[in-house]
């Protein structure tokens, strides 16, 4: 199906582990974003990128490591995981700049 | 985000009645962009707007630029409870290829 999919939709982890979100697109769109959503601070940009092997850091990327070795995918590790990256995390792709981002359904991560 | 304000924070309407929600940046929105979004779910795509003047349309729901490419607002014409959830706005404010989003308007409708 076409379409941007984030795995999984739901993960408990503790303190200290590795943990990888996938986010897969179908569209060959050039940019892809990854945000956090959490109550009171809105959607913050974590990792962006604009091309394969081409990333940047967003508002918020300390503890976080991203990979873009294909266009369709975009992986966002969190190396050591601590309870304050318990949040929603949202993919995005979007063909070019005026256009606009299309979002996955996100995965709700639980840092014990 | 500050370059980007939505207002209002939240809104709580009879169903039936008439909305408005507004964006207001403090720089030149280039694409001004809004999205719905329900509780636990993504960001669903509503409109674009990119043009000062534009006006767009999707069923009950307008989206107008101004003319001097800094506000937007939103309007719901007749709500429903089916329009409950939480409205973003975002923009291009650069041509760096991100977006800069507002912290959302959470508008419940009531039956």
């Known amino acids: 199906d076409a379409g941007i999919t984030q795995s999984p939709r739901y993960k408990i982890t503790e303190t200290g582990r590795q943990v990888t979100l996938m986010c897969h697109q179908t569209w060959s769109h050039s940019y892809m974003f990854w945000y956090r959503q959490d109550l009171g601070h809105g959607l913050r940009l974590i990792y962006y990128s604009a091309a394969a092997d081409i990333t940047d850091k967003g508002e918020v990327p300390d503890g976080y490591v991203v990979s873009r070795s294909k266009t369709e995918n975009f992986p966002l590790t969190l190396e050591s995981a601590t309870r304050s990256q318990t949040s929603v995390y949202f993919c995005?792709?979007?063909?070019?700049?005026?256009?606009?981002?299309?979002f996955g359904d996100g995965t709700r991560l639980s840092i014990l | 985000s500050q370059e980007l304000e939505q207002s209002p924070q939240s809104l709580i309407v009879q169903e039936g009645k008439n909305l408005t929600i507004n964006c207001t940046s403090s720089?030149?929105?280039?694409?001004l962009y809004w999205y719905k979004q329900k509780y636990g779910e993504g960001l669903i795509f509503l409109m674009m707007?990119?043009?000062?003047?534009e006006e767009k349309s999707h069923e009950k729901i307008t989206a107008k630029l101004d003319e001097k490419k800094q506000q937007s607002s939103l309007h719901i014409t007749a709500s429903q409870p089916s329009h409950a959830g939480i409205y973003l706005c975002g923009a291009d404010l650069t041509n760096a290829g991100k977006s800069t989003f507002g912290d959302g308007t959470t508008l419940t409708v009531k039956p």
């Open positions: 995005a792709s979007r063909e070019g700049w005026m256009q606009p981002q299309h």
């Open positions: 707007l990119q043009k000062g003047g």
């Open positions: 720089k030149t929105l280039y694409g």
